[in-house]
């Protein structure tokens, strides 16, 4: 079994989202919480590339979200559909970055 970082866990100001289906958004009062709080800007990351990260990465795209998909930060159980997901779906969806890149920026 694979130990998460302790930097991954939970904090009180976080909001946990039990996902019903393969994105973050449908089924899940995720969008409603982001609009109370003026989220207008979000980074995706996630171990589904494929499934999950693109479906969440559509329907922030359809609520009207800035994005940026971290692409160093997710993966798939296959290579080629990650591939696809990173070089060809994503870029048309919103904006992709590596870890390091939006690290410097969000330091300033």
Known sequence: MTELV?????HPDDYPVSKQRL???????????????GVTQIFLTGIAS???VESTA?????YGY???LVVD??????ADAHRHSVEK????LGQTDTT??????LRG
Do not use: C, W
């Open 6 to 10: 302790a930097e991954l866990d939970q």
């Open 23 to 37: 994105g973050a958004f449908i089924g899940t009062s995720l969008h409603d919480y982001l609009r109370q709080r």
């Open 50 to 52: 494929s499934s999950g």
């Open 58 to 62: 559509r329907s922030a795209y359809d």
């Open 66 to 68: 800035n994005f940026v």
């Open 73 to 78: 930060a997710m993966t798939d159980r296959d």
């Open 89 to 92: 779906t994503f870029p048309r």
């Open 100 to 105: 390091d890149n939006v690290l410097k920026v």
